[in-house]
């Protein structure tokens, strides 16, 4: 009851209209503090300070996790940290893994870092598996300070005038009780892979911010549509805008539909889309459905810079999500994802403004033009959409 009374006060703080995206009232946590980064390196940054001011665990879960000059970086602080004494886990994907040098990984282990390789590809290796990945990126310290977002531990997400490849991601930082939530959700895929469980933090008294924040997770096989769920009911919700960027952009029909719907009610509706790929069959398969989209009022913008790999979108000036999840079939039958379903007002204007600075840089795709692409192009993309429950 006390949960539900600080929530009503924390919403009647938002302006009219926000009531539209409060129907799952009990799942937000208020009390959150939240600090948006657009960049690898200001993300990077922020968490190699939490990690230096942990005092009990570090818990970081990824699916790349890469022995570069990023990886290194990190490897370097949480080494110290569990030289220290602070409890070190990690868990990272087999096959975001894929290209890490075993040294790096003996050199983790030896300082007391327990490490997790995630569904291991090979048969003959306890819990091996093929299709389920573990593709979320949360970092959590002290059950207090949690970070999560699109970025791996890599430097493909630095800025290439650091010599990264400069991909284009957002990552935020959560101070609060969604951050406990995020610490509970390492622990649970540990558990569940280990069968060794360690104890949780208290729950936070202390609320620092004034965010309501929904830590929507496909954990379990029989939740898998909760994040999908929690987007078809802001996109039906919506009234004035609708932004998404998302960098593998392969909706269900429902999603197109919910998008198509929101154009018709007469809601601004602009997706942001790769130009250029590091997937090249999904980014067909993608475009397969780009037709359908524009003929349907949707307006398309193709980034022009480096690789887009964001997962992000905003809902009438008040519903934001940041996250792990792509809008395709792998990220809702298979991967483990986690997003945040945020209402806040003053995150929303930072996520407008970088919105309204991308779309800028990006080229529109209109519906005359696509109609005129070459042939070639429409038979990869018929030919890889025949694929889409693959990918």
């Given at each position: 009851?006390?949960?539900q009374?600080?929530?009503?006060?924390?919403?009647?703080?938002l302006p009219?209209?926000s009531?539209?995206f409060?129907?799952d009232?009990?799942?937000?946590l208020p009390g959150?503090?939240?600090?948006?980064?657009?960049?690898?390196g200001?993300?990077?940054?922020a968490?190699?300070?939490?990690?230096?001011?942990?005092?009990?665990?570090?818990?970081?879960e990824?699916?790349?996790?890469?022995?570069d000059?990023?990886?290194?970086?990190f490897?370097r602080?949480l080494i110290?940290?569990?030289?220290?004494g602070?409890?070190v886990?990690?868990?990272?994907?087999?096959?975001?893994?894929?290209d890490?040098?075993?040294?790096f990984?003996?050199?983790?282990r030896?300082?007391?870092?327990?490490?997790?390789e995630?569904?291991?590809?090979?048969?003959?290796?306890p819990?091996?598996e093929w299709?389920?990945?573990?593709?979320r990126?949360?970092?959590?310290v002290d059950?207090?300070v949690?970070?999560t977002?699109?970025?791996?531990i890599s430097?493909?997400?630095?800025?290439?005038?650091?010599g990264g490849?400069?991909?284009?991601?957002?990552?935020?930082?959560v101070?609060?009780?969604a951050?406990?939530?995020l610490?509970?959700?390492?622990?649970?895929v540990w558990?569940?892979?280990?069968?060794?469980?360690?104890?949780?933090a208290?729950f936070?008294e202390?609320?620092?911010?004034?965010s309501?924040?929904?830590?929507?997770?496909n954990?379990?096989?029989i939740?898998?549509h909760?994040?999908?769920?929690?987007?078809?009911?802001?996109?039906r919700?919506?009234?004035r805008?609708?932004?998404?960027?998302n960098?593998y952009?392969?909706?269900?029909?429902?999603?197109r539909?919910?998008l198509?719907?929101a154009?018709k009610?007469?809601?601004s509706?602009?997706?942001?889309?790769?130009?250029?790929?590091?997937a090249r069959?999904?980014w067909?398969?993608?475009?397969?459905?780009?037709?359908h989209?524009?003929?349907?009022?949707?307006r398309?913008f193709?980034?022009?810079?480096?690789i887009?790999h964001?997962?992000?979108a905003?809902?009438?000036?008040?519903w934001?999500?940041v996250g792990s999840?792509?809008m395709?079939?792998?990220?809702?039958?298979?991967?483990l994802?986690?997003n945040?379903k945020?209402?806040?007002?003053?995150?929303?204007?930072q996520?407008?403004?970088?919105?309204?600075?991308d779309?800028?840089?990006?080229?529109?795709?209109?519906?005359p033009q696509?109609?005129?692409?070459p042939w070639?192009d429409k038979?990869y993309?018929?030919?890889?959409y025949l694929f889409?429950y693959?990918?």
């Open positions: 009851m006390q949960w009374l600080l929530l009503r006060r924390y919403i009647r703080r009219p209209g009531g539209n409060t129907q009232l009990d799942k937000f959150n503090q939240l600090t948006l980064f657009n960049t690898g200001e993300a990077f940054r968490m190699w300070a939490a990690i230096e001011s942990a005092r009990h665990t570090i818990n970081l990824t699916y790349i996790l890469n022995s000059a990023t990886g290194e970086a490897a602080r110290e940290k569990a030289k220290q602070v409890s886990r990690i868990i990272f994907d087999s096959i975001g893994g894929r890490l040098d075993p040294m990984l003996t050199r983790l030896n300082a007391g870092v327990r490490l997790l995630y569904h291991p590809v090979a048969p003959w290796r819990r091996w299709s389920r990945r573990d593709h990126k949360i970092l959590v059950s207090s949690a970070f977002g699109g970025m791996n430097h493909d997400h630095v800025s290439r005038h650091e490849g400069g991909w284009s991601d957002t990552h935020i930082q101070e609060g009780p951050a406990y939530e610490d509970r959700l390492f622990r649970t558990f569940k892979e280990t069968q060794r469980w360690f104890p949780l208290e936070p202390h609320l620092p911010g004034n309501l924040v929904w830590v929507a997770a954990q379990e096989f939740h898998r909760r994040i999908r769920r929690a987007y078809l009911n802001a996109l919700a919506a009234r805008e609708v932004c998404i960027a960098a952009f392969l909706p269900d029909y429902g999603t539909k919910a198509i719907d154009a009610r007469g809601v509706v602009r997706v942001l889309v790769q130009g250029s790929t590091d069959s999904v067909y398969a993608g475009r397969r459905t780009f037709g989209l524009l003929r349907g009022g949707v398309l193709e980034w022009q810079g480096s887009l964001d997962k992000r905003l809902v009438d000036g008040v934001c999500a999840y792509n395709d079939h792998r990220s809702l039958r298979h991967n994802e986690v945040l945020i209402l806040d007002c003053e995150l929303a204007a996520m407008r403004a970088r919105f309204e600075d779309f800028a840089k990006s080229r529109e795709l209109t519906w696509w109609r005129r692409r070639l038979q993309e018929r030919f890889w889409r693959f990918f």
